[in-house]
């Protein structure tokens, strides 16, 4: 008897529907696999055997063949052992063919018969909606997150018999309650603005920096509040869509970092990678690619403390993402693309020590200081838009005993500036000011006769580089839309210059 099951396959971050066709025969008793799986789907014939074998299912002395179409691409993962058992079980006519027709299916089953949980659940129950599957069978611990698409009927079981009963009759797995309320948002890190006591400046810039989408560098010594400024960026940017949401709970499945309480990421992610990450662990990669850092960090905010410690490996291969918001990685398998839309903030100290240009506490010497700040390339730095110096808050700061504004104030004004700038790029592939190409930047940034004359002004003195002017008037027309104006005045670049910090003071010729 033939039978055929369908699942899926994870490459990358996408998703290709796989059939699992099972086949028995007279013949030689064997059990063989084709259809390019890799070493770990091949050991499903063992567990599958040794499962069945161990639930009371004995089959005749036969010949089993198992083949994965398409042939093309390589099967990888414990996923596929679900739909072995499924395929072979309806082959040997225990299960009805016709019952598994139309159902995705995918688990892990270890000897016992017990189904556990896998990685990728939700981008493959995504691909049973679009191919248009009757309904999916998931392990139990997934079934939270395959819930997540309403529009797909998924049921979760935990072993074998379970397994089987689910397939003959599904209408009481798939009506099966999940206890609580799996939309609720998580709410249990309670991280605010408001704990940020004193450095107004540099809550204004990070608040200019999320409302136009600029790149952001914090300078200052160890214990300003760099990291605790940094961690509560995610909070002041606009909530997520349900869709954004699935597509972060998508790469957050794929990489197996889902929790099994509350699958959906509602939060816009925070990574901070340790400076000793290797540029894989940053970018993703492995033979089977998964996603790295700065994909963990798509819709959020990628923080690199200690800048400069990276690897220049590490820093290098961010230019490109930082460009194009995907990542593309080469496999013999194929090119994967990574969706990398992520804000970069980095932090560092002034100098080795931490506390130049503070000449009574740093001990560095000149050339220290020039070869930590020349760490960082310089194609790195042309792309951070704002950079701004965090300094030691004043005892009268701490203790004025004034608490700062609410995440959520600031969130509703940084909304309200992104939405000007939906509107005004609406026909442009771009959505912020950070965004800004140079062929556009004249368009979009109009001055006044004032602004100007400052910006000339300006560029005598410090010699800008174009690259730099060309990221003054980014921010600055952030600056202007945060005050509703259409045309870019002198108090708005002023603004701007004031956060080249990284120029200014701390470049030494
Ligand atoms: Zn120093």
Do not use: W
Request: charged share 25%; aromatic share 6%.
């Amino acid at each position: 008897m033939f039978a055929s099951v369908l699942s899926a396959a994870i490459l990358g971050v996408e998703v290709c529907p796989v059939q699992v066709e099972a086949d028995v025969s007279n013949g030689l008793p064997s059990f063989i696999m084709v259809g390019f799986p890799s070493a770990q789907v091949k050991e499903a014939q063992d567990r599958v055997r040794t499962a069945l074998k161990n639930n009371g299912y004995q089959f005749p002395p036969k010949r089993i063949t198992v083949n994965f179409a398409p042939a093309d691409m390589k099967k990888e993962g414990a996923g596929f052992d679900v739909p072995v058992a499924a395929a072979v079980l309806a082959a040997f006519e225990i299960i009805s063919s016709r019952d598994v027709n139309g159902v995705m299916m995918a688990g892990e089953i270890g000897l016992d018969g017990e189904i556990h949980g896998i990685s990728g659940i939700l981008p493959m129950v995504l691909c049973a909606r679009s191919l248009g599957c009757r309904f999916c069978v998931v392990p139990y611990e997934n079934l939270k997150e395959g819930r997540l698409i309403k529009d797909v009927p998924v049921a979760g079981v935990k072993n074998l018999k379970e397994l089987i009963e689910c397939i003959q009759n599904p209408e009481p797995y798939l009506k099966m309650e999940i206890q609580e309320d799996i939309s609720a948002r998580n709410t249990d890190k309670g991280m605010d603005f408001s704990d940020i006591e004193g450095q107004e400046g540099a809550k204004r810039a990070a608040e200019i920096a999320v409302s136009g989408f600029h790149n952001m560098l914090l300078i200052g010594p160890p214990g300003t509040g760099k990291t605790m400024l940094a961690r509560r960026l995610p909070t002041i940017m606009p909530g997520l869509g349900f869709e954004e949401k699935l597509e972060l709970t998508r790469i957050y499945s794929i990489a197996g970092l889902l929790s099994r309480e509350n699958p959906l990421m509602n939060e816009r992610p925070f990574r901070s990678p340790h400076h000793t990450s290797t540029p894989q662990a940053i970018a993703g990669g492995g033979r089977n690619p998964r996603p790295g850092e700065i994909t963990l960090a798509h819709k959020g905010v990628l923080f690199l403390d200690e800048m400069p410690e990276f690897s220049r490996a590490s820093l290098e291969l961010l230019r490109q993402p930082l460009e194009d918001k995907v990542i593309q990685i080469a496999r013999a398998s194929g090119t994967y693309s990574f969706p990398a839309d992520f804000m970069l903030c980095a932090a560092m100290n002034p100098c080795p020590c931490g506390y130049y240009p503070d000449l009574n506490r740093c001990t560095c010497t000149s050339g220290e200081i020039s070869h930590y700040m020349g760490k960082i390339s310089r194609p790195l730095l042309d792309r951070i838009d704002i950079s701004t110096e965090v300094p030691p808050v004043s005892f009268a700061q701490l203790h004025c005993g004034k608490k700062g504004e609410t995440s959520t104030i600031i969130r509703k004004r940084v909304e309200k500036v992104q939405k000007i700038q939906e509107e005004r790029y609406k026909d442009e592939k771009i959505s912020f000011n950070g965004q800004l190409r140079s062929s556009l930047i004249d368009k979009y940034c109009p001055l006044t006769d004032s602004a100007s004359k400052l910006l000339a002004r300006a560029f005598e003195r410090i010699a800008f580089s174009a690259r730099s002017y060309h990221r003054i008037l980014k921010v600055a027309r952030t600056i202007a839309d945060m005050e509703e104006e259409e045309i870019i005045s002198g108090h708005h670049i002023g603004e701007a210059l004031s956060y080249r910090a990284f120029d200014k003071d701390f470049v030494i010729k």
